[in-house]
């Protein structure tokens, strides 16, 4: 099944393929797409339950990689993209560079476990109390208020959020519980037998978890992590224009942007 896809910039351009998070949808990356699209052909599309998708099942982020991958052989002039993901997209984009690594590029994930929880039970517990508040407007708009959602996008957000599949929500969240770093990642290559280029970041205001795990990612080779100083877990339209200069000087030379604090080492 086709996913929604709307695409901004020159298809002649170097493409970029952006993946949104869980409850929401492919808007979320309209302050990074249109600057971008003056140099890059900008693709968001909207995933399997979320957005104009809503209908589409969830099977896996292994099949849903795989559909990913089709995209993108098929909707860019090469046959291959960069990638950015938040969240459930950053899961997403590790496992299109994985298990498909002829069609990425570059790779850029945000917000992002490595390791499965401890706990899985608890969160559970906490998740289907949530789900049960999340239906009222008002825990919606108190929910969006913490993530800094702008007012410009607060319509869209509590549409999504309020029509994305329960389905899907419970299946992905139970399929992120028990994610971790795929092994494949420190093998993978592209077409052109290149090393992929990684960079992962976290907001300070993320969950312990994601920022506890950040330093995981530079295992992979030619990896690098940082975090972003006064940023939360949807800090692409929280600060949209550091997240913009951050996938410029990523994909434009493999540079960490000035501001973003380089994470070194592993976590045991």
Sequence with gaps: MDMPL????????????????????????????????????????????????????WASMAHTAGQLAQLVATRTRTGSAHVVGLSLGGHLALRLLAGHPRVCGDVIVSGVTTR????????RLMYAAVMRLSTAKVVLQMS??????????????????????????KAVFDELLGSRLPEALGEASGFDGAVHRVLAVA???????????????????????????????????????????????WFGGHQVTPGLLPVEGHAA
């Design 144 to 169: 969006a208020r913490a993530m800094k959602i702008p007012a410009v996008y607060m319509e869209r957000f509590l549409e999504d959020m309020s029509t994305s599949s329960p389905v899907v929500m």
């Design 203 to 249: 907001g300070s205001r993320e969950h312990p978890k994601i920022r506890a795990e950040l330093p995981d990612f530079t295992r992979i080779p030619g990896a690098r992590a940082a975090r972003v100083p006064d940023a939360g877990h949807t800090w692409n339209v929280e600060h949209p224009e550091l997240f913009t200069r951050m996938i410029d000087d």
């Design 116 to 123: 499965p929880y401890s706990s899985p039970r608890a969160m």
């Design 6 to 57: 709307v695409t901004k910039g020159d298809p002649a351009h170097p493409a970029i393929l952006f993946l949104h998070g869980a409850g929401v949808s492919g808007w979320m990356w309209e302050a990074q797409m249109e600057p971008l699209s003056s140099r890059y052909h900008c693709l968001a599309v909207d995933l399997p339950g979320f957005g104009k998708n809503t209908a589409a099942p």
